[in-house]
Each structure stands twice: as structure tokens, then as C-alpha cells.
């Protein structure tokens, strides 16, 4: 960067800058950045110059008003290339706003009645498994839920009457994000990069195995995979079994990792506070007493939704959204240029008591009322911002309010394990096991 209106930020090591602190705790490097240099700091990680945004004005700016000028950062693509191919989170320009348009329809209102019926019937078999009055490794136990609810939402199938444990895969597809593994390329053979490959080997398998039974049978089970088949089928568009696969895989595991760390971190946080517990209770179990929840109960949770909504803010599972500039630009009296990359981080904004008081504490009443009306648009923004936001921000809010106040209805839940140790790179995940006493009502 040119030394003029460049942003301040810290000068690092000479030619590896700031890599080693950023890639061993992303999420405090973000923080010291930000407390020291303020809403706009420079950097450099791998030979990248880096740019972190930390001011909700400037975030709406850049991040919504002048996406024209922006794309994915290459080394963000490389990264997820593997798994998400060249699916709607990864792709850009044209194909990208084809493939956004003909994958909305999969959260339409109609669809996402039939959804909460999905959600409703894996909840309520996980439930009946657990042994009452055990403890229970709450973040676990919930990957397992919500991929067993996606993987039916999108392929159609029950993995375990299907014969398949693809948890572990996940795991290990999602291991090769944390900060330590990016810097080991895929091709060096060291046991994580092994397991990567094989795991990824067993979910294309699967997905392939259900493309071509979705040929042989017709597109008629109303799984999200035989809603692409049949847009597919309907567009002058011939979408290829890799391209299917790549829409498909990027559905299931888009928002896979995001939403089992939201469940675990509300359970978490309700657990450490059985007076709110009890009192989320009490709403939950007044509206979920009519039998099969529908849409309308949904919609009338407050404090079940509010609960959600503090747990994205205190611990957002995605704490930083990324950004390429693909042009010069201005922000904040600043001068950045072509190439660097942009850093919006949730982590930061999210906590700065600029617009919340108290910010590390969890507090349910900072939604719905006046202080909520006067915080910046951009002070809240956990599934991003401007075209490209979260496709499947409604669905998520949808399952993780339902099966919250179903698991409150149904359970008590106490606190096992101390500390919540968080990770952070692309997703926040818990470092620790996190155990919850479970008690059925
Ligand atoms: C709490 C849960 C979730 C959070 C916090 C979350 C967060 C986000 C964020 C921040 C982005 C924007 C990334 C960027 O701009 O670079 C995004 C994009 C995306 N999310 Fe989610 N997500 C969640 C759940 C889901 C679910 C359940 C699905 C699918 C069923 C999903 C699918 C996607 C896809 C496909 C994109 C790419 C959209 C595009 O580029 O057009 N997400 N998500």
C-alpha cells in the first residue's frame, strides 16, 4: 500500500507481517486490532494485505453499497474449491446470479412449512434417545441432529436408515478450515489431508449414488435435490452431475456447521442461567402445546427468537465475512487499494459497547425495544450483508427457534462443563467438549 491515508494497524514480523499471530487466534488478533487502531487497520497475512472494517457505518458501506466493487478472495476460493466446487457460496458474476435465482425458491414460505414437519420428527426421535438424567456432549449430539434433519431436506433420505454415518466426515471436511491446517496445502500427505480426501470421497459417493437414483426414478420426492433436477430440467441450462452435486453439497454443508454451533452456544448459555431457562420454558411450552407446530407458532416465539438472536451476537458462528477489492477504494478517509482483501468481523462489531452495554454478557432484553431501534443497521449482521447474504438466513432462524423451544419444552438442561472455549476462523466453533446435564420433563 502506498503510504498515503494508508490505515493505521500493527507492522508485524519483516516479510511474514502478521501471519503467525493471526493464523494461531484469529479472534483475538481481530480484537487487539480494533482496540488499538480503530474502526479501520491494515495488515499483512501470507504476503496478503488485509483490511479490517470494523465500524457498522463503514461495514454498510463497503460490504452492501459497493459490492460492484468487490468479489471472493481467491485464496478463500482455493480453500473451499474442494468441497464446495463451484456451488452458489463460491461461485461469482453471471453464473452465480443464475444460480441464486433458480435456488431462492428452495426457502419460499410453502417450503419452509413442510421443513419445520422434518425438523419436528428428528427432534422428537433424538429426544426420546437421550437418557434422562445423563450428561450429554451437547455439540455433538446436535451435528448429529441437524445433519440427519439437512441431509433428508436435501437428499431425500434418512442417514440412518440409509445405512450412513457421514458425522465423522464432516468433521473432518470442516477440520481442514482451522487456522492451523490452511497453511498445509492438499496435496502434502499428512494424516488430516489423508482423512480429508477419503471423507470427501464418501459424502460425493453418496450425493452421486442419489443424483443418478433421482435419473432412473423421476423428480417427484420434494427433496431439494429433485427441486434443483427438475429447475435444472426446466431452464435451457444443463446442469451437470458435478454442478448438481456442487448445489447440493454446498446446501448441505453451508450452514451445517453454523447452525449446530448456534444451538450449542444458546443450550450453553441458557443452561448457565436456569432463571431465563425457565422463563424461555414457559413461552415455549404455551405455544407448542397445540401438537404439530406449524409456521404461525414459529413466528409467535419473542423470547425463543430473541434468545436466538443474542446468541448470534455474543458468539457468532460466522465471526468475519470476506471480501476481495477489485478496485481502489475509499473508506473512512482511507485509501485501499485494488487486490487487498476486506474484513467485515462480526466478532468485533458484535461486541463493541459503542452499541451494546455490557457486550461479553447475554442478555435477552437488548432485542425488541428502543435500544435495538437506535443501533445501527450493520451494528447486527451475523448471516451478512448486501446480494450476497445468507440464502438460507430463514431457514436457519426457523430450526434453530423450533428446535430450541422444543428441546426447553421437553428438557431441563444444566450446566457440566465450565468454560466455553471458543475457535474461530470461518465458522466459531466450541474448543471444548461441552457437556449439559439433561433432565425429561
Ligand atoms: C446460523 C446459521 C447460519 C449463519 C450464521 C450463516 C451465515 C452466513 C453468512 C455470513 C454468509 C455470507 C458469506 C459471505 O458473504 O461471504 C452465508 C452465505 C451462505 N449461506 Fe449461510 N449461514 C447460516 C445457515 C445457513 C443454512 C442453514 C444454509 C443452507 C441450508 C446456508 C447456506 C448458505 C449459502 C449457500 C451461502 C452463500 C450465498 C451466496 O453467496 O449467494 N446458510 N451464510
Known sequence: MSSENVPPGP???????????????????????????????????????????????????????????????????????????????????EDWQTQRQML?????????????GIITEYADDHIRRWDDGSAHEIHGEL???????????????????????LRGDIENLYDRYLPQNQLVPEWVPTRDNREYKSSLSRLNELVYERIETHRERGTDDNSMLSMVM??????????????????????????HETTTALLTFGLYALADRPELQDSVRDEAESILSGGQPTLEDVSAFDKVERAVKETMRLYPPSPVVLRSLRDDLRVGGYQLPEGATAMFPQWVVHHDDRFYDDPWEFDIDRWGGEAEEDRPRYAYFPFGGGSRRCIGHSFAKV?????????????EFTLETDDLDL??????????????????R
Do not use: W
Open 11 to 93: 507492522s508485524g514480523l519483516p516479510l511474514l507481517g502478521s501471519t503467525h499471530k493471526y493464523f494461531s487466534s484469529p479472534l483475538s488478533f481481530y480484537e487487539d486490532c480494533a482496540d488499538e487502531y480503530g474502526d479501520v487497520v491494515s495488515f499483512t497475512v501470507g504476503g496478503n494485505e488485509m483490511v479490517l472494517v470494523s465500524d457498522p457505518e463503514l461495514v454498510e458501506t463497503v460490504l452492501v453499497r459497493r459490492e460492484d466493487k468487490l468479489g471472493k478472495p481467491d485464496f478463500f476460493q482455493d480453500l473451499l474449491e474442494g468441497v464446495f466446487g463451484r456451488g452458489l457460496l463460491t461461485n461469482e458474476g
Open 104 to 116: 431462492q425458491p428452495l426457502f419460499f414460505r410453502e417450503r419452509m412449512a413442510e421443513y419445520i
Open 143 to 165: 451435528g448429529s441432529l441437524t445433519l440427519r434433519i439437512i441431509t433428508d431436506i436435501v437428499l431425500g433420505i434418512d442417514l440412518e436408515e440409509h445405512g450412513v454415518d
Open 230 to 255: 427438475d429447475a435444472g430440467a426446466k431452464s435451457d441450462r444443463d446442469l451437470s452431475d458435478k454442478q448438481i452435486r456442487d448445489e447440493v453439497v454446498t446446501m448441505i454443508l453451508g450452514g
Open 399 to 411: 430450526e434453530a427457534k423450533l428446535l430450541l423451544a422444543t428441546f426447553l419444552d421437553r428438557c
Open 423 to 440: 475457535q474461530g476462523s470461518m465458522t466459531l466453533q466450541p474448543a471444548n467438549d461441552v457437556y449439559l446435564g439433561i433432565e425429561k
